[in-house]
């Protein structure tokens, strides 16, 4: 297990459960500090992710990166996957290829969270998840022709209508029969929809390819009530070799929440 951190880069998200926030200069210097090897994205757009930006940053503060958020699509430009305008759920593609295309230049991962479809549908949720299978298909094999991987991100009931739990996303991945995609575990919601972590990350051991390390109250971990040692104990019997990325808020403050976040991983 590897630990990673989050640095957001989109302003209109500067009160989301990210524990670094402003420039990536800033930010990565800040992971680096706090001891961490490898940095998690959220970008306003493919084009905060050129290469001829980021690998320089990456390279003078010895990171790699973890995985490239795709949320933006949806808290800046409002685009999702479920959209009932044909036209929106085009550009919601392409958004995402913008995104897995960036990421993949570094072997990683993009991750699709919110722009799945939130707490209420324009359409009924038998259309919606067709849609969102037909998307993730699409997005998967995109992700494998450039060597990489696609994550999908189950949420909350409070979150969205349609991915709540790990049991969801892999139902989706086999109804699909899609290749080239994995599920990202978010401890925060798995918390609030599964009736156990530690027995769900068994169960489902061979499809988890990314974890997001958060506590019950979405701060880092350790500083809300959920148990550490039994999920670190059940990622180790599943042979999980990814990364444990800090998606939290900044508190005390984002200093504070990367350095607990490393104090948890370390068992």
């Given at each position: ?96 290829r913008g995104i897995i295309a960036a990421g993949a230049k570094f072997g990683s991962p993009a991750i699709l969270g ?39 991100e189950p949420l909350n009931r409070y979150e969205t209508v349609m991915l709540r739990t790990v049991a969801d996303a ?98």
């Amino acid at each position: 297990m590897r630990p990673a951190v989050t640095v957001c880069l989109v302003p209109q998200a500067a009160r989301g459960p990210f524990v670094f926030h402003g420039g990536l200069e800033e930010g990565c210097a800040q992971a680096k500090a706090a001891g961490f090897g490898a940095v998690e994205v959220f970008a306003p757009g493919p084009e905060a992710l050129a290469d001829d930006h980021l690998r320089p940053v990456l390279e003078r503060h010895g990171l790699q990166l973890a995985a490239v958020g795709t949320g933006a699509g949806w808290v800046v430009h409002k685009l999702s996957l479920v959209s009932a305008d044909a036209a929106i759920r085009g550009r919601a593609r392409e958004f995402i290829r913008g995104i897995i295309a960036a990421g993949a230049k570094f072997g990683s991962p993009a991750i699709l969270g919110s722009m799945q479809g939130g707490a209420s549908l324009e359409v009924e949720r038998e259309q919606a998840m067709d849609w969102l299978g037909e998307a993730v298909a699409e997005l998967s094999a995109y992700a494998r022709s450039l060597g990489t991987f696609f994550l999908l991100e189950p949420l909350n009931r409070y979150e969205t209508v349609m991915l709540r739990t790990v049991a969801d996303a892999a139902e989706l991945i086999a109804r699909h029969g899609i290749a080239g995609c994995k599920v990202l575990a978010d401890l925060f919601h798995m918390n609030i929809e599964e009736a156990s972590i530690e027995g769900t990350l068994r169960q489902h051991g061979p499809l988890i390819g990314h974890v997001h390390w958060a506590d019950s109250n979405r701060r880092a971990m350790g500083f809300g009530h959920t148990p550490t040692g039994p999920i670190l104990q059940a990622l180790k019997d599943i042979g999980y070799t990814g990364y444990c990325s800090a998606e939290v808020f900044p508190l005390p403050d984002g200093d504070e929440a990367a350095r607990q976040t490393v104090r948890s991983l370390e068992g």
